[in-house]
């Protein structure tokens, strides 16, 4: 756990890690993102896109999850503070749920995996935010390197199936959108 | 000690809903200040728009993560320790704890997961109203004739918008020549809305700037002498539909002529599927058949 090593360097830099870390901010952001794209565009086709991207995401989330439950069902890995005990500094709360995958990776990875489809530059910046949170999720203790990989390519994957799923479905979402562009709010 | 995680709980739903309507609404104004959507500016101007924007987002993360300092609950000083988040006492936090004062697991008083995505949903939803109304205020405020006269010099107010909203249906004919146009529209289109029964055919065709829509999506269904212009054009088919129609009208114009035309166009479809569906029906069948 070489990254946890550092924890205790600079406490400035630990109390940043603790808020950049936290349930609350990286996710908020994320989906603030994806919330915001939908009124985006300039015109009626880039407008489209971007509320496509937004439908995307929102499905990815869906299925990363479902992803990540089944695998949390059928294996139980432990978190790397109950494994490592005193060798790991713990700058968070002791979580309860399985350490692989993380389901906070896999959320934001596929957020940022279905912008990216859409939006390249806004998508390579939501998917270098995904990238710090993953790090410094480790870094704070509450996962391992493997567990916020493992997170992240069920996001990107989660983030393909959806897109696929679009393709193949392709009237629904479209209807979808039209249905919401005809009571004026797409 | 249950009591304390159910306070704890609604204390930490309460200040996120909160969080996550500011920011939502300021990721809102940044949004619809590069698209130009004025209909859910919360400020007349578009720096102004954008700039509330990135105030709010600010405002919205600094408070929330500083008010342990003021605000109390389950981040009493001394009792916030790293590794764990249980056996928090009641209080205000000091500056050091205040970085993992909110940091709290769900089996102590925190959020889960599918509780930060309800609250943020919820929190989207009231964002959007929110600017909705006071978008409708704005632009109905600005577009008064005395305000708009004043800001004759806003570039991103296209001409139109500053005459057609308030208005509505009451309008004299003269305020109902612009609905759709904006920079890009030739002066001819801003003359004739589509599907009103007092223009001629040719002006019927062509109300909004959107020259990428087939001349099919710009041909006016039935008019409907209530509803604006823009929404003559059927279910989402129109360049100055949806979002699009709130660069030039407020919000609550939109929805409510966009609720009317939907129930309209479905009405209309139904009526023209049954009336081509029946064809196909047994008793049609067998009558074809019998007359074969």
Same mark, same amino acid.
């Given at each position: 756990?070489?990254?946890?090593?550092?924890?205790?360097?600079?406490?400035?830099?630990?109390?940043?890690?603790?808020?950049?870390?936290?349930?609350?901010?990286?996710?908020?952001?994320?989906?603030?993102?994806?919330?915001?794209?939908?009124?985006?565009?300039?015109?009626?086709?880039?407008?489209?896109?971007?509320?496509?991207?937004?439908?995307?995401?929102?499905?990815?989330?869906? +299925?990363?999850?479902?992803?990540?439950? +089944?695998?949390?069902?059928?294996?139980?890995?432990?978190?790397?503070?109950?494994?490592?005990?005193?060798?790991?500094?713990?700058?968070?709360?002791?979580?309860?749920?399985?350490?692989?995958?993380?389901?906070?990776?896999?959320?934001? &990875?596929?957020?940022?995996?279905?912008?990216?489809?859409?939006?390249?530059? +806004?998508?390579?910046?939501?998917?270098?935010?995904?990238?710090?949170?993953?790090?410094?999720?480790?870094?704070?203790?509450? &996962?391992?390197?493997?567990?916020?990989?493992?997170?992240?390519?069920?996001?990107? +994957?989660?983030?393909?199936?959806?897109?696929?799923?679009?393709?193949?479905?392709?009237?629904?979402?479209?209807?979808?959108?039209?249905?919401?562009?005809?009571?004026?709010?797409? | 000690?249950?009591?304390?995680?159910?306070? *704890?709980?609604?204390?930490?739903?309460?200040?996120?809903?909160?969080?996550?309507?500011?920011?939502?609404?300021? *990721?809102?104004?940044?949004?619809?200040?590069?698209?130009?959507?004025?209909?859910?500016?919360?400020?007349? /101007?578009?720096?102004?728009?954008?700039?509330? =924007?990135?105030?709010?987002?600010?405002?919205?993360?600094?408070?929330?993560?500083?008010?342990?300092?003021?605000?109390?609950?389950?981040?009493?000083?001394?009792?916030?320790?790293?590794?764990?988040?249980?056996?928090?006492?009641?209080?205000?936090?000091?500056?050091?704890?205040?970085?993992?004062?909110?940091?709290?697991?769900?089996?102590?008083?925190?959020?889960?997961?599918?509780?930060?995505?309800?609250?943020?949903?919820?929190?989207?939803?009231?964002?959007?109203?929110?600017?909705?109304?006071?978008?409708?205020?704005?632009?109905?405020?600005?577009?008064?004739?005395?305000?708009?006269?004043?800001?004759? =010099?806003?570039?991103?107010?296209?001409?139109?918008?500053?005459?057609?909203?308030?208005?509505?249906?009451?309008?004299?004919?003269?305020?109902?020549?612009?609905?759709?146009?904006?920079?890009?529209?030739?002066?001819?289109?801003?003359?004739?809305?589509?599907?009103?029964?007092?223009?001629?055919?040719?002006?019927?065709?062509?109300?909004?700037?959107?020259? /990428?829509?087939?001349?099919?999506?710009?041909?006016?269904? *039935?008019?409907?002498?209530? /509803?604006?212009?823009?929404?003559?054009?059927?279910? =989402?088919?129109?360049?100055?539909?949806?979002?699009?129609?709130?660069?030039?009208?407020?919000?609550?114009?939109?929805?409510?002529?966009?609720?009317?035309?939907?129930?309209?166009?479905?009405?209309?479809?139904?009526?023209?599927?049954?009336?081509?569906?029946?064809?196909?029906?047994?008793?049609?069948?067998?009558?074809?058949?019998?007359?074969?």
């Amino acid at each position: 756990m070489w990254i946890n090593g550092f924890v205790g360097t600079s406490p400035t830099f630990d109390h940043i890690a603790r808020i950049v870390a936290s349930d609350y901010l990286m996710p908020l952001a994320f989906s603030a993102v994806i919330f915001a794209i939908w009124f985006v565009g300039r015109n009626l086709a880039e407008r489209r896109r971007y509320q496509r991207g937004t439908l995307l995401a929102a499905t990815a989330i869906g +299925i990363s999850n479902l992803i990540v439950d +089944i695998i949390d069902s059928a294996y139980d890995r432990q978190r790397p503070f109950d494994e490592l005990g005193d060798s790991l500094q713990l700058i968070f709360y002791r979580s309860t749920d399985p350490s692989f995958p993380a389901n906070p990776m896999a959320v934001v &990875f596929a957020i940022a995996m279905g912008v990216w489809l859409v939006d390249r530059r +806004i998508g390579w910046t939501l998917m270098a935010g995904a990238a710090i949170y993953s790090v410094i999720r480790v870094y704070v203790g509450t &996962f391992y390197p493997t567990d916020v990989i493992g997170g992240a390519v069920i996001g990107v +994957i989660s983030a393909l199936i959806a897109w696929f799923l679009f393709e193949l479905l392709k009237p629904i979402p479209e209807l979808f959108l039209r249905l919401l562009r005809g009571i004026g709010i797409a | 000690m249950t009591d304390q995680i159910e306070t *704890a709980a609604s204390l930490m739903v309460r200040d996120y809903l909160i969080l996550a309507f500011l920011v939502s609404l300021g *990721a809102l104004q940044i949004a619809v200040s590069i698209s130009g959507i004025r209909g859910l500016w919360l400020l007349p /101007n578009q720096l102004l728009t954008r700039a509330l =924007g990135i105030l709010l987002i600010g405002v919205g993360i600094t408070t929330y993560i500083l008010s342990p300092l003021w605000v109390e609950g389950p981040w009493a000083a001394g009792s916030v320790a790293d590794g764990t988040s249980a056996g928090r006492e009641w209080g205000t936090a000091t500056i050091n704890e205040v970085s993992a004062a909110r940091n709290i697991n769900d089996i102590h008083g925190g959020m889960a997961g599918t509780a930060y995505a309800i609250v943020f949903l919820l929190a989207a939803v009231l964002a959007t109203t929110f600017a909705a109304i006071l978008g409708t205020l704005n632009v109905r405020i600005s577009n008064s004739p005395t305000l708009s006269r004043g800001s004759e =010099g806003d570039q991103h107010d296209p001409p139109s918008f500053r005459r057609g909203l308030g208005g509505g249906h009451n309008d004299p004919p003269t305020s109902r020549k612009a609905p759709g146009g904006g920079h890009n529209n030739p002066p001819s289109s801003r003359k004739a809305p589509a599907g009103d029964h007092n223009n001629p055919p040719s002006s019927r065709k062509e109300p909004g700037g959107d020259h /990428n829509n087939p001349p099919s999506s710009r041909r006016a269904p *039935a008019g409907d002498h209530n /509803n604006p212009p823009s929404f003559r054009r059927g279910l =989402g088919g129109g360049p100055t539909d949806g979002l699009d129609a709130l660069k030039h009208t407020d919000a609550i114009s939109t929805f409510a002529s966009s609720s009317r035309n939907l129930i309209r166009t479905a009405k209309s479809d139904a009526n023209e599927h049954m009336s081509t569906t029946h064809l196909w029906s047994v008793p049609s069948l067998i009558a074809r058949m019998w007359r074969n």
